[in-house]
């Protein structure tokens, strides 16, 4: 493989800095990496910057020119995504363009497919991923949520938590038990919830960086429509592993990581009076072949899912490794820039403008998003491996 741009490649990546640098404010950049829960679109102006990313198409540049996107073979979107994370653009409405968008290609009628994603690509609907309640995470078949038909429409019943972005959400991809008679897995189907129906509560929680990103939502007989069914009915655990499976090969951008490392390398520099020892050197070098193993990864991801393929071990080890690296990255910005690490963004002697702290405790929810790193090993050693079950 050729890592060099081509002409088109280079024309285009010229293209993409060009557009950010006319429209792309710096008030508009995250300040913190790639975890999901950063840039839900709780501020007007993420949302603005999504009106922008519309008026080129590269909302979700990827998707098909038959839904909106703008078709970009695989090399292209790795060259927008490479411009996106350097220039910290933020990402509202992820789950929706990453996750809920492409599982309804899959798994979704072709009226359901019109009626939906466009207004993911306009911006205009918001989405939240409702899987995880309380008791059922890593063990998602064990959900209790109820949906019982009635009519033209199920009733729904029950709980979920940890609800990225739910709080702002038009929209809700569930998952609820429709058969509680069959095997866990056969009696589970996947629904389009409108989040302004009546009986639908949001609570907040706030996370370990004191930001409100999950939520618990409630539902208390809420109505919906049959045809919000998406897939066959009892047959919704498949189309929660395709959304998965999305999920974990774009939850973590290992861009985002290499453009990050480069900048703690900086801004850590005064902290090192008399030269960098050998042990940060050398932490610093391991950082950076990580890295770049965590962006081939993602490369790969991205490949299989250009030719069709849904990866599902690989996915997983894109996410466990890139999640885990998250991790290392903040330890060693921690360490390098020591007390100043913990300054935060209000404090004029913060590395980073106080992004070192707050990276540190954002990163801690990414190994358990979309999936924690024993789920994900075991994944690896069943799916990849073929190991039997323990
Ligand atoms: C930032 C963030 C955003 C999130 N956003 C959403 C969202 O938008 N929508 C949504 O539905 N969910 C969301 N989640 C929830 C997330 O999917 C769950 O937290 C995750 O699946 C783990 O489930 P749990 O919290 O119930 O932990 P548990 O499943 O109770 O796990 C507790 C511990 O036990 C370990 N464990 C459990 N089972 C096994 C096993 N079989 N083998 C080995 N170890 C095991 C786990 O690895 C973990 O360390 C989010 C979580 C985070 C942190």
């Given at each position: 493989m050729d890592f060099k741009d081509s002409p088109e490649e280079a024309a285009f990546r010229a293209e993409v800095r060009e557009f950010l640098k006319q429209e792309l404010a710096d008030d508009v950049r995250q300040p913190d990496e790639s975890v999901l829960g950063v840039g839900t679109g709780e501020d007007p102006k993420d949302m603005e910057w999504l009106k922008k990313l519309a008026t080129r198409g590269w909302v979700a540049p990827a998707w098909p020119k038959e839904y909106g996107g703008a078709g970009l073979p695989v090399t292209l979107q790795f060259v927008y995504n490479e411009e996106m994370a350097r220039a910290r653009a933020p990402r509202p409405n992820f789950l929706a363009i990453g996750l809920i968008g492409p599982a309804?290609?899959?798994?979704?009628?072709?009226?359901?497919?019109?009626?939906?994603?466009?207004?993911?690509?306009?911006?205009?609907?918001y989405w939240a991923q409702g899987f995880s309640e309380p008791g059922s995470g890593s063990d998602l078949a064990s959900l209790q949520t109820r949906a019982v038909e009635d009519g033209d429409d199920f009733v729904i019943n029950g709980q979920k938590i940890w609800t990225s972005g739910a709080h702002r959400s038009?929209?809700?991809?569930?998952?609820?038990?429709?058969?509680?008679?069959?095997?866990?897995?056969?009696?589970?189907?996947?629904?389009?919830?409108?989040?302004?129906?009546?009986?639908v509560s949001v609570q907040p929680l706030t996370n370990m960086a004191d930001l409100h990103s999950f939520n618990e939502v409630f539902f208390d007989n809420v109505r919906v429509p049959k045809k919000n069914l998406i897939g066959e009915l009892n047959r919704g655990w498949?189309?929660?592993?395709?959304?998965?499976?999305?999920?974990?090969?774009?939850?973590?951008?290992?861009i985002s990581l290499q453009q990050l490392l480069?900048?703690?390398?900086?801004?850590?520099?005064?902290?090192?009076?008399?030269?960098?020892?050998?042990?940060?050197?050398?932490?610093?070098?391991?950082?950076?072949?990580?890295?770049?193993?965590?962006?081939?990864?993602?490369?790969?991801v991205a490949s299989l899912q250009a030719k069709g393929l849904i990866p599902i071990q690989e996915a997983s080890i894109t996410k466990l490794y890139a999640s885990e690296l998250g991790q290392r990255i903040a330890r060693t910005a921690m360490s390098l820039a020591g007390l100043y690490g913990q300054?935060?963004?209000?404090?004029?002697?913060?590395?980073?403008?106080?992004?070192?702290?707050?990276?540190?405790?954002?990163q801690v929810g990414a190994t358990l998003a979309g999936g924690t790193s024993e789920i994900q090993r075991s994944i690896i050693a069943q799916r990849g491996l073929g190991l039997p079950r323990g």
């Open positions: 309804i290609m899959v798994h979704g009628s072709e009226e359901q497919k019109q009626e939906h994603l466009s207004g993911i690509l306009s911006g205009d609907t038009d929209r809700m991809l569930v998952l609820a038990r429709t058969d509680p008679d069959a095997p866990r897995h056969k009696g589970i189907s996947c629904f389009v919830l409108d989040m302004h129906a009546p009986g498949y189309t929660a592993l395709t959304t998965l499976a999305f999920e974990r090969s774009s939850i973590v951008n290992a480069g900048e703690v390398v900086e801004a850590t520099r005064p902290y090192r009076k008399g030269g960098a020892s050998a042990l940060v050197r050398h932490e610093l070098a391991d950082r950076a072949i990580e890295t770049h193993v965590a962006v081939m990864l993602s490369y790969r300054l935060g963004p209000d404090s004029p002697y913060a590395p980073l403008l106080g992004r070192i702290e707050r990276m540190y405790r954002i």
